[in-house]
């Protein structure tokens, strides 16, 4: 895990030995993808580490994010699929935002990690090591660069501290556990690449030997559901424990029911290449953990990924096991808003999709969520995210996290009127969000412009002119006298006198006046037939007030919270019993 560009794909490339990053477009890695690491190659390129004998594990299987977070949320049983994961930090960045996002997922989520310190090639005067341990590439570069590296990692350490984490290079480590594992790698020349491994493969086996041995209880969790050419829709799977056959019946989570079907291929690639790369399948009669296979089958459409998938054994309960598998999902359908009004969200996988559903659920953002979807946006998500253009119009939404959008389905959501937001950090959806809320309020407010009405109590001073137009001075008693406010004369059967069509403070103009204020005001009627004379309609003794209304109330609730103190709400409850508003 990591930011974007901190050198994950090609960290991976480097530990395999192949090339995935440059067949990708612009090198994003895009997919959830994963390489076996036989011991062999293990042991190989650990040999000058002298760890030969330390090595215990028959493999180790290297399962490749998609550039953030969903992967630590992959259930298996309940918990992270995910024993250990590493995250990936840019010596020349430092933490970045979806570092520290990675990193409160998987503190959340009480994954073990450590951190690969990348890119220390590009330290400047590096003397490249080609696949040299860490400690013996150090011991080579010159005292600047020594000093260059020490530096860089105290910052990055205190940048931990600020998170709340010790950190500590991995070889002076000596409170595993309390203190985090630094290891500084290079993907591209190989330093310290040794030191990861061994690292990895030392601190599964002192610390999981339980959780990593091997049992015949099958353990399998759907990583991606896919459509393949000459394969219909296929579910990528990591088997970490059991065995699993051609003509199974399994049952796998999906959107709305249980998946009840049978096995008809298993699919893998082949050894020390990624599943992602494409290229012809092995077949298998059967497969046994640990490993990533592709499962063909009928009916698998509506399959969510992150989920577990279940074996059905001859003396199994198949309801048991069918809610077993919805379990997942009710978690996910329990946090969508009872009202139907809200936000639609739609991710990649189930585990994104919850992690997206806490964040938007925070005390800081709360945005209510109406329905959901997994898997890329198709015309039928933008069909139920058009329901809300009824029930409320800025909530025709859909947070699209990490997924894409079907060209069908955005030229629908253009016609239809339906926004789609698009991100693959969580909070850049949320920037999003609250960019276009901002907008469509500025909007609203603009529009009701007009009809605002702030509460204000003049008493007459003097008057200037009876008539056409009226002009007094006046005292600001209570609340706030604006330009365009409509003024009546409650002592006088509420008649109205026509609006404020200038103040003047000090013989200055003025836009308006507070409490306290003596100014003169200009008053205006709307048309003659309603233009009102002073000393005959009304006159020195009576108290003019803003006409409020309802509606008025409602403009200044929605869009004028910021200007209205609390003393100006009480002069409007004040205002609401005169006209009798309830
Ligand atoms: P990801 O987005 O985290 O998967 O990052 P990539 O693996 O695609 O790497 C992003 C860019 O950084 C690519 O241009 C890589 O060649 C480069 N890169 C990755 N690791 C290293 C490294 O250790 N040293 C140097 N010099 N460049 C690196």
């Known amino acids: 895990m990591g930011h974007v560009d901190a050198g994950k794909t090609k960290l991976l490339d480097c530990i395999r030995g192949t090339n995935v990053q440059e067949g990708e477009a612009g090198g994003i890695t895009q997919q959830i993808g994963a390489t076996y690491l036989p011991a062999e190659n293990i042991r190989e390129r650990t040999m000058e580490l002298r760890a030969d004998a330390q090595l215990n594990v028959p493999g180790v299987l290297v399962i490749d994010t998609p550039g953030h977070e969903s992967f630590t949320n992959l259930r298996s049983r309940g918990s992270s699929l995910c024993d250990i994961a590493i995250l990936v930090v840019d ?41 040299a341990p860490f400690v013996k590439a150090i011991r080579q570069q010159t005292e600047d660069v020594k000093d260059l590296f020490n530096m860089k990692l105290a910052e990055i350490k205190t940048q931990f501290q600020d998170q709340g984490l010790n950190t500590e290079l991995y070889y002076k480590n000596k409170e595993k556990g309390e203190c985090l594992s630094i290891v500084p790698t290079s993907a591209i020349s190989g330093e310290g690449i040794p030191d990861l491994l061994l690292f990895l493969v030392q601190w599964a086996q002192k610390t999981m030997v339980e959780k990593l041995t091997y049992v015949d209880k099958v353990q399998c969790t759907v990583l991606e559901v896919k459509v393949i050419e000459g394969h219909g829709t296929t579910i990528d799977v990591v088997l970490v424990n059991g065995e ?28 020390m290449k990624e599943s992602r790369v494409k290229g012809t399948y092995l077949h298998h009669k059967k497969i046994k953990a640990a490993q990533s296979i592709k499962i063909t089958a009928q009916g698998l459409e509506h399959a969510v990924a992150g989920t577990c998938l ?72 933008i069909m139920k995210a058009g329901v809300m253009l009824e029930k409320k119009k800025e909530d025709a939404i859909i947070l699209a996290f990490d997924v894409k959008v079907t060209t069908e389905a955005r030229e629908l959501a253009d016609d239809m009127g339906v926004k789609i937001f698009c991100a693959d950090i969580i909070y850049h959806l949320f920037d999003l969000y609250k960019d276009y809320i901002e907008k469509i309020k500025e909007e609203k ?73 003596e100014v003169a ?62």
């Not at 037939?529 to 803003?546: A, Y």
Request: aromatic content about 6%; glycine content about 6%.
């Open 91 to 131: 010596i020349t960045h430092r933490l970045q935002p979806q570092t520290i996002e990675s990193l409160n997922l998987l503190r959340m989520r009480n994954t073990e990690f450590i951190v690969a310190l990348n890119k220390v090639d590009r330290i400047s005067g590096w003397k490249k090591c080609k696949n």
């Open 445 to 517: 407010k603009k529009e009701s412009a007009d009809e605002v009405v702030f509460p204000c109590i003049l008493n007459i001073l003097r008057e200037f002119n009876k008539k056409d137009p009226i002009i007094l001075g006046v005292k600001v008693v209570d609340g706030i006298l604006k330009i365009g406010t409509p003024i009546c004369v409650p002592s006088r059967e509420f008649i109205d006198i026509g609006r404020i069509a200038s103040i003047e403070k000090n013989r200055n103009p003025v836009d308006y006046a507070e409490k306290g204020d």
């Open 244 to 271: 699993l056959h051609e003509g199974d019946q399994i049952v796998v989570c999906g959107l709305q029911e249980p998946i009840v079907t049978t096995v008809r291929a298993l699919l893998t690639s082949h050894p």
């Open 521 to 582: 005001i200009k008053i205006v009627a709307s048309n003659r037939e309603e233009q009102k004379t002073f000393g005959r309609h009304f006159d020195k003794k009576d108290e003019l007030v803003s006409h409020i209304s309802r509606r008025s109330i409602d403009i200044l609730n929605e869009s004028y919270m910021n200007e209205m103190s609390k003393e100006k709400w009480d002069l409007i409850v004040v205002l609401k019993s005169l006209f009798k508003i309830f």
């Open 310 to 381: 279940h074996v059905v054994g001859p003396d199994d309960d198949m309801d048991a096991i069918k809610n077993s598998v919805m379990e997942d999902m009710e978690s996910v359908m329990s946090r969508i808003e009872k009202s139907g009004e809200g936000v639609y969200v739609q991710a990649s996988t189930l585990g994104s999709l919850e992690a997206l559903l806490e964040f938007l659920k925070s005390p800081a953002v709360r945005i209510p969520v109406s329905g959901i979807g997994i898997g890329p946006v198709h015309k039928k998500d």
